[in-house]
């Protein structure tokens, strides 16, 4: 924290542990601290954008995992589990919501007469198109905050740390 910047709840955490615990070095608590707050933050702020097209979070990545794909905007159930890393129950459940809005369609896979298609509709190419143009402006204007160097060497080091991260064998 420079002189002319202000400090924030981490800091304040930040101070009471050295108060309290001046024998442990817990300055990685104001990168992993702000990361977890910003990330709650944020969280709200897209929530809000999502909302106003009549979606949740979960749907919004759906819809755009299949917006990705190349015409005619399918992929099958797996595929969409994967690419958002989540569980094939959990994804049933928000195709379940999304079929029933008129979002998507499921069709039998023609290359394997077990497994369905799930297809963009028009209503739904059109409504994540309108969702994604609001999502990609509001990002853009949250974004000003930080200068072009700013923001560089953040996704430098978010994308290491990232990386890093996801490489560590799980916990015990």
């Not at 129950?89 to 979002?103: I, N, Q, S, Y």
């Not at 949250?142 to 923001?151: C, M, Q, S, W």
């Amino acid at each position: 924290m420079s002189e002319q910047e202000p400090g924030d709840a981490v800091d304040e955490i930040l101070a009471q542990w050295r108060r309290e615990r001046p024998d442990l070095d817990l300055s990685a608590l104001g990168v992993f601290g702000r990361i977890a707050q910003l990330s709650s933050v944020l969280g709200s702020v897209m929530d809000r954008v999502y909302a106003r097209h009549g979606l949740r979070g979960g749907e919004f990545d759906v819809l755009t995992a299949l917006r990705r794909a190349l015409p005619p905007h399918a992929l099958t159930p797996s595929e969409l589990a994967e690419a958002l890393m989540m569980s094939r129950a959990g994804m049933t459940k928000r195709l379940d919501r999304l079929e029933a809005a008129g979002l998507v369609e499921r069709t039998l896979d023609p290359a394997d007469r077990r497994s369905f298609r799930i297809t963009l509709t028009r209503s739904g190419l059109e409504l994540i198109d309108a969702a994604l143009t609001e999502h990609a402006a509001n990002l853009a204007q949250l974004e000003t905050a930080l200068e072009p160097g700013e923001r560089s060497a953040l996704e430098h080091s978010l994308r290491t740390l990232l990386r890093t991260v996801s490489e560590q064998p799980p916990a015990p």
